[in-house]
């Protein structure tokens, strides 16, 4: 009687801790290993390159009915006229950007985690700017280099010609040559 009591009191705890080491078939301790745990668990898919022509769904040069088909666009607002033809657009994720004349010119990324494809974000600094991009001029308000081996160019705030050198980049700009519609 005692053997079994001695038993049985072994099998529940083995029950209760996973089971016993060596059975085969035991799913209780296959489900509890930690790996099984790391495979339930989703990775969030990768941002968007910010550029080379757009970010997301959204393309420099496409139609504002084509940007709006895509879902990204929440916002539509005409600037009055000022500059002719120019308008701003808010995506539903947050960023923003200009059309000129129903073609959308500029994505303007509002500090929202993002990257070019040579790894520039915000919090680079201007000499991580200029390594990746050695066309980069620096402007009174903001800065500019030509996306490698497209029509368009990146736009970078908080590094300007009189910024000091440890100034970092605030906000990205993707922008086309139809761009007129800001600073």
Not at 91 to 103: D, I, L, M, R, V
Not at 134 to 150: F, I
Request: net charge negative; charged share 15%.
């Amino acid at each position: 009687m005692r053997i079994n009591r001695a038993v049985m009191t072994f099998v529940v705890l083995a029950t209760a801790l996973g089971g016993a080491g060596g059975c085969s078939g035991d799913t209780v301790a296959e489900s509890a290993t930690p790996n099984s745990v790391a495979s339930s668990t989703t990775v969030a898919p990768p941002l968007p390159d910010f550029g080379p022509l757009g970010y997301g769904k959204i393309r420099l040069g496409m139609s504002v009915t084509d940007a709006k088909a895509t879902g990204e666009i929440a916002k539509l607002e005409d600037m009055g006229g000022d500059p002719p033809g120019c308008g701003r657009y808010t995506a539903a994720a947050g960023w923003s950007g200009f059309y000129n004349q129903g073609e959308i010119v500029a994505i303007t990324h509002n500090k929202l985690p993002a990257h070019t494809p040579e790894g520039i974000t915000v919090g680079s600094t201007l000499e991580q700017v200029r390594t990746a991009y050695p066309t980069l001029k620096l402007g009174h308000n903001w800065s500019s280099a030509d996306v490698p081996g497209h029509p368009a160019h990146y736009g970078f705030l908080g590094i300007r010609s009189e910024s000091p050198p440890e100034a970092k980049v605030t906000q990205m700009l993707l922008y086309n040559d139809k761009d007129t519609c800001h600073n």
